[in-house]
């Protein structure tokens, strides 16, 4: 349970104070800011004892959110109630800025109010929210009956994500599939560790209580589906896949929206459910194998004397030749004692900035199979510093239309048997966005 | 804590909230209660305007209720007497058609934590959780949490808890949370909700209908129930099975502990079950969510401890990435230090080795600490990195290095000669206590292996006049002895030297001391010395028994998912001993009347004051100011009633000491800033009858120890112990924070 909950700047001044128990009192607002925000020293763990209480707190851009307690809590779900405040946030203002929120701090303590009583964690659902957040500021005795019957059948529904008699004119839906592609790669080119971890996002505007069904590559279906049809076919050869031509991926753990039926995909490997109205994530999941690495960093880095750094960086996209890569920004780090770059670049722009120590080298757009080059000559200020430059690694960010797990959406099947829409006058749209994680190359 | 200059915008407030032309428009009015919150959320002390809001609270405007309302819960305790003209519009709200409208008013008036507000709330309360609409319910049953509360310790209301116990079976969910977590609450005496088998099987049953938070909840109310046979007690499991999978690490956590906590008896199903939340725990310590992240960290090591195979072969997953923050990194370290096997060593090694020369000092002496760990099981390898490090010559590795020696050489002696090989050379790159100790140490101990040993030490001595840390005189002084039982030609010239130095010039009594021990051990004859001091030089006996270390799960299983991991078994215990201890609400005056007396005193104290069992209880009242002058006559007036030491290491911050003592009711007079030697601070406290406590804290940082003085102004014995034993929880905590 939840003492208290404090919003800073990152000055270290309140923005939001809520406290929900007794045991918090005032000053426990001033221990946190005087112990974690103005501490020396850099941060030494998101979980802070000050006096046997606990602050566990979140960073967003510049600000601070801090959960306070006195009870020996679940720490993982500290942290996740606090993702999920930030995400109700996002769903109503946007981005969490000290801006943002002074200016919607009437609705923040709205929310305050109603996703915590007395430290519990009550409705976090931002859909079933909206019922009880008035913003705007609506009279009570003009509210009309049909927003008070809404109430009714949002408290009293037996599924908690859904209310009932939702009406779209178009029934329609979109499905994300949001990839950030994380790799820790050697100077030699070898790759130290790689994962994928995704998210299908979906957004539904449907009308009723529809059932839906999704499927996609996924290894253990694919199989499954395969024997089925090689049984019938040919037995001879078992080995050879149905599915020749597609590809699977083997996914090495996945986790649903609470609305999945858990049972049916545990028995049948099959994703069905009733989805949430609105946005919501369907399900998160993992791969580590088979990974397409959009991009390889190859580094070439020469100390010339004491005073000179030669470094040069090769970029090649490894994906087909007709997708386009965008937002391609590479990070060189430099030596703290630099005294001047010179950048040649083929394509984009680069940029040395003192400020960050490193060359930042940005290309907008880049087509797959392609490769580009920087060099870069370095030259470095003497220093009798003895300490060695210890090298970052260089980092990238991108954004690529497609999945580098692989994955592929096969189907979304929407039935909704009491209204009279089918799976064919749904509008889906499917959309692939894969982003750079951590994607760091040592040199 | 009211900052300076409030009266001002409280006055200017308080004309535009009386303003009718202001309460007749909707939008100006609502925005003037906008800035009364938002002073209030800065700390400014806005109770004044008390009455204009009650005031306001009668409007039609939703919003402008909500603001008002939470403006009351804050400021009730303050202004109790006119928080009881809002309760008439808070009843009346609560019989309002708009079930928001009703749940609002009733959450609003249980929060209101002011004395006498019980009566009003009861009935209220009773409508509520028979309301028709589920909103007002959930806000219902917990109200009676929070009017439990508000009544103390008063004796539990058995109708009221039947009626919870009947709700457990609502039809909605967050009802059902909201009773068990109320029922707890009210039932706290008694060991909280009862969880028997119906209401157990009806718990699992609901379970999928919950919100991530409910299940949480309910996981861990389930722990308290035993089923009754082992068929029972699987189906209980199979049924949870699918939790381990959740989307909520939380969840996760939580089935999983369950899981270990029930299947007590069942080695091979706890095994089963870590087993399977392998996948879930290593998709949290990889996510992008550094906090989770770091929690899921801490848990995984917990495991380690007792399967240490257990991620080894994914090693790879706790390699530290560059942009990753400190927290994690210093996590990661531990985490490969304990997974490492025969497969993985080579690789794990190269990766610390990459570490080790990491821009920060911190991490990059966690990562030689933990090859030092490593070094233990693999030791060839690990030594020759750590021989290679020195070769970088700087001051932070090297330090930590021989440290790591020193260590190591005592637990594992095979490599001793490696170490006497790398150990010349280091003595100009060590300017710390702690690495010139360990250094002084190793040439001590292995002098006779190392050939330019004696030269080391004689620079040591000739600069001993200058050195700072008394620790490194001791050392230097042991090293010496032991080093002139092996090579007494080399060494009897310089020992000499250094005994008169100590002797006859050192000012710090525990050198002087040493010296003269030794000075008249010397005079016992060098058989003598020879028998005191010669004494093992390794003891690998205790390397195997860490070793060993390997804990059944059985015995952090009621551990898991809670703090303990997070902060580590050690620091856990020192914060939880008094966490029962803490249960005053120490701000808000006028608030002691329904504050929950619980003992501010540990436990221990009592025993001093056994005669006269409740004498020792000690309440010190807030806001006791007492002017420095008066402080300063008073201190001098009174002669010191009790004096003792207080180990302390480092130096002191005085703004946490500040705030800390705060919390317990004790005033700062005057404080040094901040690394001032000696450093002092006076401090004053006054308890419920009257009695004065002054305070001096004194502290010499070269003796590592905070004298404490106190006077008082009535000859109080109980009392006395009572005050001393929470400023050195304060203190103990305070220090613990530091370390």
Known sequence: MIGGLFIYNHKGEVLISRVYRDDIGRNAVDAFRVNVIHARQQVRSPVTNIARTSFFHVKRSNIWLAAVTKQNVNAAMVFEFLYKMCDVMAAYFGKISEENIKNNFVLIYELLDEILDFGYPQNSETGALKTFITQQGIKSQHQTKEEQSQITSQVTGQIGWRREGIKYRRNELFLDVLESVNL????????????????????????????CKFGMNDKIVIEKQGKGTADETSKRRPSAPAHSGKQSIAIDDCTFHQCVRLSKFDSERSISFIPPDGEFELMRYRTTKDIILPFRVIPLVREVGRTKLEVKVVIKSNFKPSLLAQKIEVRIPTPLNTSGVQVICMKGKAKYKASENAIVWKIKRMAGMKESQISAEIELLPTNDKKKWARPPISMNFEVPFAPSGLKVRYLKVFEPKLNYSDHDVIKWVRYIGRSGIYETRC | MPYLGSEDVVKELKKALSNPHIQADRLRYRNVIQRVIRHMTQGLDMSGVF????????????????????????????????????????????????????????????????????????????????????YVRRVAVLGCAKMHNLHGDSEVDGALVNELYSLLRDQDPIVVVN???????????????????????????????????????????????????????????????????????????????????????????????????????????????????????????????????????????????????????????????????????????EELRGYCTDVSADFAQAAIFAIGGIARTYTDQCVQILTELLGLRQEHITTVVVQTFRDLVWLCPQCTEAVCQALPGCEENI?????????????????????????????????????????????????????????????????????????????????????????????????????????????????????????????????????????????????????????????????????????????????????????????????????????????????????????????????????????????????????????????????????????????????????????????????????????????????????
């Open chain 1, 184 to 211: 820790l790669m050697s100077p030699q080119g070898q790759v130290l560790s790689a994962h994928v971890s995704g998210r299908v996002v979906m957004k539904s505007y449907l009308s009723g209580m529809p059932e």
């Open chain 2, 51 to 134: 009455m204009e809001m009650v005031k306001a609270s009668a409007t039609v405007d939703i919003v402008q209720k909500k603001l008002v309302y939470l403006y009351m819960c804050t400021y009730a305790p303050l202004k109790p007497d006119l928080a009881l003209l809002a309760i008439n519009t808070l009843c009346k709200d609560c019989s309002d058609p708009n079930p928001m409208v009703r749940g609002l008013a009733l959450r609003s008036m249980c929060s209101l934590r002011m004395p006498g507000v019980q009566e009003y709330i009861q009935q209220p309360i009773l409508n509520g959780l028979r309301d028709k609409a589920s």
């Open chain 2, 179 to 349: 009773c068990l977590r109320s029922l707890e609450e009210i039932l706290k005496q008694e060991g909280g909700v009862v969880i028997n088998k119906p209401i157990a099987h009806h718990l699992l049953n609901r379970m999928p209908k919950l919100d991530q938070w409910g299940q949480a909840e309910v996981l861990n109310f389930l722990l308290r129930y035993q089923p009754r046979s082992e068929e029972e007690l699987f189906d209980i499991l199979n049924l949870l099975d699918g939790f381990l999978k959740s989307s909520s690490p939380g969840v996760v956590m939580g089935a999983t502990k369950l899981f270990l906590i029930l299947a007590n008896k069942f080695p091979h199903v706890q095994t089963d079950v870590l087993v399977q939340v392998k996948g879930p725990l290593l998709a949290a310590c990889s996510s992008e969510s550094r906090e989770l992240c770091f929690a899921a960290l801490c848990h995984v090591r917990q495991i380690l401890h007792s399967l240490p195979g257990h991620f080894s072969s994914h090693y790879k997953k706790f390699f530290c990435s560059y942009s990753e923050p400190h927290y994690i990194k210093l996590q990661k370290v531990e985490v490969l230090c304990e997974l490492v096997n025969d497969e993985n060593v080579q690789q794990v090694l």
């Open chain 2, 431 to 739: 300017q710390d206590s702690e690495g010139k100790q360990a250094l002084i140490w190793l040439l001590g101990v292995h002098g006779e292996r190392i050939p330019n040993a004696p030269y080391v030490l004689e620079d040591f001595v000739e600069n001993v006049k200058s050195e700072t840390f008394p620790a490194v005189k001791m050392e230097l002084l042991t090293a010496l002895l032991r080093l002139f039982l092996s090579r007494p030609a080399e060494c009897q010239d310089m020992l000499g030297r250094l005994l008169h130095y100590c002797i006859e010039e050192e000012k710090d009594m525990a050198v002087r001391d040493r010296g003269l021990f030794y000075y008249r051990l010397l005079l016992a004859g060098i058989d003598e010395v020879k028998r005191v001091l010669c004494s093992p030089k390794s003891d690998p006996s205790l390397g195997l028994l860490e070793d060993q270390a390997e804990r059944p799960v059985n015995s952090w299983a009621s551990d898991f998912n809670t703090l303990a991991p997070v902060y580590g078994k050690a620091r856990w215990a020192t914060i939880s001993k008094y966490q029962g201890a803490e249960r005053r609400g120490p701000e808000l005056p006028n608030t002691a009347s329904f504050a929950t007396s619980g003992p501010l005193i540990p436990e221990e104290s009592k025993e001093t004051g056994q005669e006269l069992p409740d004498s020792g209880a000690l309440t010190l009242v807030p806001n006791c100011q007492l002017t420095a002058e008066y402080f300063e006559k008073t201190w001098f007036s009174l002669k010191v009633a009790h004096q003792q030491v207080f180990p302390w290491r480092g130096a002191v911050h005085p703004d946490t000491l500040q705030m800390a003592l705060q919390v317990v009711n004790m005033q700062t007079i005057a404080m040094s800033r901040a690394g001032a030697h000696p450093w002092k601070a006076y401090l004053s406290a006054q308890d419920d009858t009257g009695c004065l406590f002054l305070t001096e804290l004194l502290l010499e940082p070269e003796n590592s120890e905070m004298q404490i003085s106190v006077k008082q102004n009535e000859p109080r014995t109980e009392t006395l112990n009572s005050f001393i034993s929470v400023l050195e929880t304060v203190l103990g905590t305070i220090g613990d924070i530091k370390s």
